[in-house]
């Protein structure tokens, strides 16, 4: 049995699950509405770009890269795609429109096309945690209802893509020195990322009573707690929990 059946058959069987009925907000604070809509349209491109690189680990000859992961990798992407179409509904119901495309998501997907197989499953990663910190503290914050259950069900599928790319990366990186700039690697990119959402979403941390500077320790906690799964003695559940 490979490495890599019990993601295929847990993305698959996830596959199976219903999109979420988001036809309204009207749970949230109406003030919520407007910077709610304007960061989940940011976050939708995100998860909407992902399809390049299933067709890419097709071409990849790397440890542990055989089929069955590649076609875990694909399930992941088509996981990738339900968030996009279901953060487009929350859009929607916010009464916002969704976005061709941003600043930063443009930047994200400069750096990928510059990178090697495995420094874009690092940058990945990274845009796990970044939607990890984001969904969970925005979820934490919001009343019971349709729109926090489905970034709760959004933030665990997150916190099990995370344990993936771990897994992955964990099996390529091989000796003293490898660990060193995987190390290196992750701290800049994943501290890089996070520092520019905390920026970018900075007005809508405000608007539901999460400050900047709580969102960076958070931040710091889950990009440090990644580090040790990469780089630490042994494989750990890095998910949603700093």
């Known amino acids: 049995m490979s490495t890599w ?8 069987e996830r596959a199976r699950r219903p999109l979420p009925h988001l036809d309204d907000a009207a749970e949230l604070p109406a003030a919520w509405h407007a910077p709610l809509a304007r960061s989940l349209a940011r976050f ?28 875990a990798l694909r399930l992941f992407v088509r996981e990738e795609g339900r968030h996009a179409r279901i953060l487009g509904g929350m859009v929607r119901g916010l009464g916002g429109e969704l976005l061709r495309t941003t600043w ?3 930047l994200f997907v400069r750096v990928r096309r510059l ?3 495995r420094l874009k499953i690092l940058v990945l990663l990274a845009a796990e945690v970044v939607g990890i910190g984001f969904y969970g503290s925005i979820a934490a914050r919001l009343p019971a209802g349709k729109l926090r259950a489905a970034l709760e069900e959004i933030t665990g599928d997150e916190a099990s893509h995370l344990d993936f790319h771990v897994d992955f990366l964990r099996r390529q990186i091989d000796g003293a020195g490898a660990r060193w700039l995987a190390r290196a690697a992750w701290l800049s990119i994943a501290g890089i990322a996070c520092a520019l959402v905390v920026v970018d979403h900075g007005g809508t941390y405000a608007q539901v009573g999460v400050g900047r500077r709580r969102a960076l320790v958070d931040y710091a ?11 630490g003695p042994a494989p750990a559940r890095a998910a949603a929990e700093p």
Request: avoid cysteine; hydrophobic fraction near 45%.
């Open 5 to 12: 059946t019990h993601w295929h058959n847990r993305f698959a």
């Open 44 to 71: 939708q491109i995100g998860e909407a770009g992902e399809g390049r690189i299933a067709h890419q680990v097709a071409r990849v000859t790397l440890p542990a890269v055989d089929d069955e992961y590649r076609a």
């Open 104 to 106: 930063s998501e443009r």
């Open 115 to 117: 990178a090697g197989f």
């Open 221 to 231: 906690w889950r990009i440090l707690a990644v580090e040790r799964a990469l780089t």
